[in-house]
């Protein structure tokens, strides 16, 4: 085991940890971001609806009403200097009933006191023509003009990138096990291969927040995890709304809706339901109905049939708060929790990284500002949504951008293969397929597979029955042909 | 940017593009070019190394590269050019596509005539919506087809089959022989969707279960796949509960239908058939865009090759007669699909020539039927009668209209296509 110094250990690399990571790098101070699993963003940041919300919906006081706003206000500045796709599209809650209107008088309320800009409600006559595949039984919408849509995940991996450019270390597969105390305060964090001496831990472990709170003893909140299932619909029908559109929320969540991606797809979903099993991403038949029941009823025309895949996350929630756990583990003063982050966390996260920061610094830690931090970090170009001018010039520069890999996405390979050499490694097909889009596409990798898994195979220097498709034993392929056939004779000579 | 003109420029190179092209050069086209994005000629063909090619066609039984060598030699000798390793990103209206390779770069390609036969791809997961987890394992069978026997790799050891296409069963059989253990195929509906002859060659031969009216309804394992369930439907497909079984394995093959691939039509306003999903076309193979032809998996899933190279000829000959200025004039009619078929193919037909040569039609029926006859109608009134003893949804129907069918002087504006049980009368 290899023994390691760090001023700050991160655990957990979802949207949460990753912000966190970069706004440590800012300063003078060695840290770690430590992952369980094979690449960054592999938990709730992966499988959400990408909403930046504008904050209307959480009760005033809570941490989520508050870091809602204030990481709102930063997204484009932060998508920017990351070159991450964001649209400030605006979003719309729908009322398709007229006992449903005094409902978006209480959410504009609501927004008024959480400091939501410019908010307003719109008649049917202006709903319908901006959005016009919505019901037209609508009757009045809540338009929150600060809305929009992100790639989530790659927002975490930028993240990381340019975290780690700016030198935070990040092991990758390495599950935080252990967390050894001395005299009330964390002095090593393990595991399987390092054990980190370290002045402080910042727990952002998601679904799994509350165990790595009880690493150090801490008791008093657990996680929930509450499921929400999806359809993605082919790319021809991105347009069908031009913004999220909500119905009117329930008690325990936003909704079903029906959205833009900001790759252009179309998203409906999520429904909600609580679990036991944290690890539970099955979408199941009675979730998909429900999911695709009541979009029906915002936008009665949704093309059914050309669903292209459908997934589930899991939101974190913990118990008994309902709200993110922010700031120290009592008795523990340098362990630092953003635990419990369900939504909006990923709209917040801007902010819970600077609430961390702060309590960090109130629990002891000096931060002495980085002369060289660089704010920016370039993203993989994609061919895709060039010009034939550039994409000619680009060509000529290398030629493997002459190969498409991915028919679907327009995927070149110079991109998988870009993909595989940045700061955050990327050893599977899930994660070239997050940072190229190759397999995201209608025919959802049936093309493709066999062509990223051999520029993976040949650029990593492994044999192609090695790759995996998310790390662990989730290989792609079982072996050569006549292996079967050959072991059986084998046998038989023993025999 | 790389410019060339030619006369016929042919996207793809499966066995639709590799007829389209030779035919067309043999018709009297000048400079032909034939661009494939993959390594070789040949298409989907590549990795059907099974035989079964060509029956029809040579009166032989021949493997899919065989095939494919038998028209890629000739093609060379009539001095087809080709482009390997090139994708076409755009078709043009205006006959002007744009297609990258490594070699070359960008290139624009202005063409007298263009054929789309860029073949189809498989139906996936989503398009079926199969909940549960989202583990390694779950392969289309055509990829599963490239990865055992183009690149020598084995995706699993323990095989469910989804659907009883020709891939699915073809590779059913294709991993009983490599000592894989093969669980069975499951199709949801009452009936095989693959070939009479596949049905017996892969299954039954090998022992391997086929179990109609049944699915998957469920998905396990976290990382790699450790089991599927499966049900049993009723007629309206929905699964029967208390019917549900648990199958392990470790790999799920899917087999569930092909769709033709028109990306590139679709983005140049190309008319398409909802029904076939693919174009719109007349008998000269011409879509609703004057000088783009299409033929083969593009315009329709063919179940035969020899019908795909048959209609792809026609293409050929279409668009040569186009860039020579000889393309028949005068009206033409609407083909429809009547009572007990789901399409016909190709949708228009120039009266002139119905006139002079024979028109061979491509259609599906609906659901299967015994001792039928599929009958021919000119605005409501019979032509022409063939009698069929089966007739199934997963073996395309051809009737071929003699020329002289019609009599001189007629014209018309519709031919439709009907089914009708032996002993009715129509
Ligand atoms: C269905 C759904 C819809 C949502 N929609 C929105 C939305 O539209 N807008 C919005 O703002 N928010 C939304 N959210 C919320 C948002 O997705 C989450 O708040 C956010 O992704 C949480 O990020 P995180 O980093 O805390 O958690 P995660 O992304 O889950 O990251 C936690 C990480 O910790 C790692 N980890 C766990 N245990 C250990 C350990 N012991 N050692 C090392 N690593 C460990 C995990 O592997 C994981 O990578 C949604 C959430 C869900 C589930
Ligand atoms: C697995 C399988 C088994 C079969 N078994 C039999 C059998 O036993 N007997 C039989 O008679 N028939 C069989 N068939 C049917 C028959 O072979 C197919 O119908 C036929 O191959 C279709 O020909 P195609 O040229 O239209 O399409 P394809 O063979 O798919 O060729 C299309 C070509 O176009 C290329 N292309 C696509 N888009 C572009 C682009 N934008 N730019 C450049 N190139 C492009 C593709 O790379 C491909 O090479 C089988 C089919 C399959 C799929």
Redesign the interface.
């Known amino acids: 085991m290899e023994r390691l110094k760090a001023d700050v250990v991160i655990v957990g690399a979802g949207i949460i940890g990753t912000a966190i990571a970069r706004e440590l790098a800012r300063y003078e101070l060695e840290v770690f971001l430590v992952e369980k699993e094979a690449d960054v963003a592999c938990g709730s940041t992966k499988a959400n609806t990408a909403i930046v919300h504008a904050g209307y919906d959480a009760h005033p006081g809570t941490w989520k009403a508050r870091l809602n706003v204030r990481g709102n206000a930063v997204f484009p500045q932060i998508c920017r200097e990351l070159e991450v796709p964001f649209k400030q599209t605006g979003t719309l809650v729908v009322a398709l009933k007229e006992d449903e209107v005094p409902h978006l008088y209480e959410l504009l309320e609501r927004g008024h006191v959480n400091g939501v800009p410019d908010l307003e409600i719109i008649g049917r006559e202006e709903l319908l023509c901006r959005e016009p595949n919505v019901n037209p039984k609508a009757v009045a919408a809540l338009w929150a003009p600060t809305g929009g849509i992100v790639n989530a995940w790659e927002l975490a991996i930028a993240q990381a990138e340019n975290a780690v450019e700016n030198g935070v270390k990040l092991l990758l597969q390495q599950p935080v096990t252990r967390i050894e105390l001395e005299d009330g305060r964390v002095r090593t964090v393990f595991t399987p291969d390092f054990a980190i001496e370290t002045r402080f831990v910042v727990n952002a472990a998601g679904r799994y927040s509350d165990e790595v709170a009880r690493l150090v003893g801490q008791e008093n909140f657990r996680i929930v995890p509450r499921k929400g299932e999806y359809y993605v619909f082919d790319k021809r029908f991105g347009h069908m709304a031009n913004c999220p559109l909500f119905p009117v929320p329930t008690a325990i969540s936003k909704g079903i809706l029906v959205t833009p991606t900001v790759e252009g797809n179309l998203l409906i979903g999520p429904n909600a339901q609580d679990l036991e099993d944290k690890e539970d991403l099955r979408t199941t038949p009675a979730g998909l109905k429900e999911v695709l029941t009541q979009a029906l009823e915002l936008m009665p025309d949704l093309p059914v049939k050309d669903a292209i895949t459908n997934f589930a996350g899991l939101r974190a929630v913990a118990k008994p708060s309902n709200d993110f756990v922010l700031g120290p583990a009592p008795g523990v003063p340098n362990f630092i929790n953003a635990a419990g982050i369900q939504s909006p966390g990923l709209t917040a996260a801007p902010a819970v990284a600077e609430e961390v920061r702060d309590h960090l610094q109130e629990a002891g830690l000096e931060l002495h500002g980085k002369k060289k931090f660089n704010p920016y970090r370039k993203r993989i170009t994609p061919f895709r949504e060039l010009s034939r001018e550039e994409q000619a010039k680009l060509i000529e520069q290398d030629p493997r951008y002459g190969q498409i890999v991915c028919r679907c996405e327009t995927v070149t390979e110079a991109e998988v293969v870009q993909a595989l050499h940045r700061p955050v490694p990327c050893t599977t097909m899930d994660g070239v397929k997050r940072r190229t889009r190759a397999g995201m596409g209608r025919c959802q990798g049936g093309f493709c597979t066999p062509r990223v898994a051999a520029i993976l195979a040949r650029e990593l220097g492994l044999s192609l029955d090695e790759v995996t498709k998310k790390g662990g034993a989730s290989k792609l392929l079982l072996g050569r042909t006549k292996d079967i056939l050959l072991s059986e004779e084998e046998a038989e000579a023993h025999a | 940017?790389r410019k060339i003109e030619c006369d016929v420029a042919v996207v793809g190179a499966g066995p639709a593009g590799l007829a389209a092209a030779g035919r067309a050069k043999a018709a009297g086209a000048g400079r032909v070019l034939l661009i494939e994005?993959d390594r070789e000629l040949g298409g989907i063909l590549q990795q059907c190394i099974h035989n079964g090619f060509g029956l029809h066609l040579f009166g032989e039984e021949l493997t899919g590269p065989e095939y494919a060598y038998r028209f890629i030699t000739e093609n060379q000798a009539a001095g087809v050019e080709v482009l390997l390793?090139t994708?076409v990103?755009e078709v043009r209206p205006d006959r002007r596509l744009?297609a990258?390779?490594?070699?070359?770069?960008?290139l624009e390609i202005q063409a007298g005539a263009v054929i789309l036969a860029m073949g189809c791809?498989?139906r996936?997961?989503?398009?079926v919506?199969i909940?549960?987890?989202?583990?390694?394992g779950i392969?289309?069978a055509?990829?599963a087809q490239?990865?055992?026997n183009?690149?020598?790799?084995?995706?699993?050891?323990r095989i469910v089959i989804l659907g009883s296409g020709d891939i699915g069963l073809i590779m059913a059989r294709r991993f009983a022989w490599?000592?894989?253990k093969v669980e069975g195929v499951f199709e949801i509906m009452p009936y095989s969707n693959g070939l009479t002859r596949n049905v017996v060659q892969c299954l039954h031969d090998n022992d391997i279960p086929l179990y109609l009216s049944h699915t998957v309804?469920?998905i396990h394992g976290?990382?790699?796949v450790e089991g599927v369930t499966v049900a049993k439907v009723d007629e309206k497909l929905t699964p029967i509960p208390g019917t549900e079984r648990r199958v392990p394995c470790?790999?799920l093959l899917l087999s569930v239908g092909l769709i033709p691939e028109n990306?590139l039509s679709?983005d140049a306003n190309i008319e398409l058939d909802p029904v076939t999903g693919g174009p719109v076309v007349s008998d000269e193979m011409e879509t609703s865009l004057p000088g783009i032809f299409a033929c083969g998996n593009v315009v329709h899933v063919h179940d035969l090759v020899d019908n795909v190279t048959r209609e792809s000829w026609l293409a050929g000959e279409g668009a040569a007669r186009l860039v020579q200025g000889r393309q028949p004039r005068g009206p033409l009619l609407n083909t429809r699909a009547g009572e007990g078929i789901r399409y016909v193919v190709p949708h228009r037909l120039h009266l002139a020539n119905l006139k002079e040569r024979e028109t061979t039609l491509y259609m599906r029926v609906r659901e299967p039927a015994e001792h039928v006859r599929i009958e021919a109608l000119l605005d409501g009134e019979p032509i022409l009668s063939v009698r069929e003893r089966v007739v199934r949804p997963a073996e395309m129907v051809s009737v071929k209209i003699p020329p002289g069918s019609i009599p001189e002087g007629r014209t018309a504006t519709e031919l439709t296509l009907r089914v009708v049980k032996e002993g009715e009368r129509g």
Do not use: K
């Not at chain 2, 990258?100 to 960008?106: K, V």
């Not at chain 2, 996936?124 to 398009?127: E, H, I």
């Open positions: 940017m994005r390793g994708m990103l744009y990258i390779n490594r070699r070359d770069g960008m791809r498989e996936n997961r989503g398009a919506t909940p549960g987890t989202r583990p390694a392969f289309t055509g990829t490239r990865f055992v183009m690149e020598g790799f084995m995706p699993g050891r490599e000592g894989a309804v469920e976290q990382e790699r470790d790999t990306e679709r």
